[in-house]
């Protein structure tokens, strides 16, 4: 067939949805094997070493193992929601792509609005928990849910509002145009705090331990995935992994300075390397944290959101828009 | 107020210690050995079910069947059966099965034993598909060594 007869912008997105898809469930492996390898040596254990060289195969061997398990529906489960959940958590990761900056030319689309754009989609997420433990008529399921978005709800605020004095600074909501702002110091030698608040946040938001009560095992089973099985289980995995990314890619955007680093040649596509190397190091800090610490209680979750990372965000808010506007007034 | 900002540090302090504790854990060396592909020495004390000795000297056990392993035994797990032979001092072990599906290890056999004929074997990895498997004539399990 002559493929120079459709539309050259069609072929433009088939090309990019595979690729996107492609990276999502190649991300879910990387990140599997590195959690399970990590957590094996922080334990001072070797981690998968059976399937090929140092376990490397794992992943691959256990997504097939998902493929190919039957997809149970629960007799008193809500059969047309229970399908859509895993769906609605999948459908935003594709999304999300859309406006991530990995190098200067490596970008599908420079929204104006790319944050909110990017943030908005990441919260559909928390609808498909919702949706999920809703529909699964289960306790555990609906537990799960429950606490997934009240902590949602809580850690956004805290999230949005150090997001918010990046952008204040930046004086731009579009990711490249944040990218572009830092250009002599990345934002996180001046909002070393917004740093650390929105880390925190963002593992709340991904439902990572210390904060993984919504499938905390050894109180919910599985949380809100209790019912699933099969692939409608593994899209919910690769959601929380490709957000996991997302998380740490609005980081890397936002106070390392995105794609740049030393000059490589061909710097327009390269500063991707740069990236990606900031993004799966945050990753690693993700995976390092989820192995020192013990989950935390569910008044400790919501007292440390209210009590510190509120009030800090909110100062650090006020005082970041403060100096913006006396800047130019001083020097 | 105080305790507000003396409980952020405190906090922040001890979830750094606990990173510090982990990232120096992660780089210490594995402890997991890879079983049926790397074994450990086992220690001699070890307690397997018993075994005939070898004497260096005569090349064959040191058992003079005076039951005494049999009659002590508290498990019922020994049989010993000695005959009279020609040129043989005493009685000549003819056969010396034990019973270890029923064997508890307490040693007493071991220790009973008068010419020190009987030590504990290294033998952990004991499985099978039937207990006859388990039912051993240690005279020919000494012969077979």
Known sequence: ?331 | MNEYFSDLFSGAKSLLVGLSVTIREMFKPVVTVQYPREKLEITPNFRGHTELVKDPETGTHKCISCMMCQKECPSDCIRVKGEKREGVKGLALVSYSLDFTKCSLCGTCVEVCPTAALEYSQEYELAGYSSDEFRFDLLKRLEER
């Open chain 1, 1 to 331: 067939m002559d493929i120079s007869i459709l539309p050259p912008e069609l072929i433009r997105i088939v090309i990019s949805a595979v690729i996107i898809i492609a990276f999502v469930f190649l991300n879910a492996m990387v990140l599997g094997y590195a959690e399970r390898k990590l957590a094996g040596y922080i334990m001072r254990r070797p981690g998968p070493m059976e399937v090929g060289p140092q376990g490397i195969l794992q992943l691959m061997i256990d997504g097939v193992k998902l493929i190919g398990k039957q997809l149970i529906v629960p007799k008193e489960s809500g059969h047309a929601l229970f399908r859509i959940a895993p769906l609605l958590a999948f459908i935003p990761v594709g999304l999300a792509f859309v406006v991530i900056p990995f190098s200067d030319k490596l970008q599908a689309r420079d929204l104006d609005v790319g944050l909110v754009f990017m943030l908005a989609i990441m919260s559909v997420n928390v609808v498909a928990v919702l949706v999920a433990g809703w529909s699964s008529n289960n306790k555990y399921s609906l537990f799960g849910a429950i606490r997934s978005v009240a902590q949602n709800v809580a850690y956004e605020i805290p999230m949005l509002l150090s997001l918010l004095s990046v952008v204040l600074m930046a004086n731009t909501l579009s990711l490249k145009g944040i990218v572009l702002a830092q250009h002599p110091v990345w934002y996180v030698v001046c909002q070393p705090l917004a740093f650390i608040i929105y880390f925190v946040a963002g593992l709340a938001e991904t439902n990572r331990a210390p904060f993984d009560l919504p499938e905390a095992e050894s109180e919910l089973t599985a949380g809100f995935h209790t019912e699933y099985s099969g692939m409608s289980f593994s899209l919910f995995i690769l959601a929380e992994y490709t957000n996991m990314f997302f998380v740490c890619s609005i980081a890397v955007v936002l106070f390392l300075g995105g794609w740049s680093g030393i000059p490589l040649p061909f710097y327009a596509y390269s500063g991707g390397i740069w990236f990606l190397l900031k993004v799966y190091a945050l990753l690693f800090v993700m995976i390092w944290v989820r192995w020192t610490y013990p989950r935390v209680r569910f008044d400790q979750l919501l007292n440390f959101c209210w009590k510190y990372l509120i009030p800090f965000s909110l100062v650090n808010l006020m005082l970041t828009a403060i100096l913006v506007k006396l800047w130019p007034v001083v020097f």
